[in-house]
């Protein structure tokens, strides 16, 4: 057995974490076909995909941000102002981002992650599923991960 010394560093490098993430991708790609097939083509990039919803003068009174990559939709934010909350703005919100998702772009799922006093009901009327839970992230809160098959 061979006895090695390593140097150990926690300082945050831009530079070491895109090699990191390269070498990651290549080792990834080396040891799944799906992932091989993709490489090269459009659905290797994730895309960003925005929703607003603006109110007469222009503000936002909503939004979604979030991305596809391969066949999926992931909703990283989806947020609606107080006053316009209740009245079906959300649901909206996600529906547009869906149907871009599903008719334009190929996405065959969506993905999301929300914490307990959030929205975790409010998905699950939308037809998501919840596939994963993490209680105490952060602590006293526990955060679920939702899924939908888009249709």
Known sequence: MVSRM??????????????????????????????????????????PLHVWALDPDGEVAGGLVGHTWTTWLHVAYLWVDAPHRGAGLGTR????AEDVARTSRGCRGSRLETWDFQA??????QGY?????????PPGITEYTLTKRLA
């Open 129 to 137: 599923e919840v596939v994963c839970v993490i209680p105490d992230y």
């Open 120 to 125: 975790p009901d409010f998905y699950r009327k």
């Open 6 to 47: 390593f140097r150990i560093e926690t300082e945050v490098d831009k530079e070491r974490s895109q090699f990191l993430r390269s070498r990651l991708r290549a080792t990834n790609t080396a040891a799944s076909p799906v992932l091989r097939a993709l490489r090269g083509t459009p659905g290797e990039r994730e895309v």
């Open 93 to 96: 919100l996600l529906s547009r």
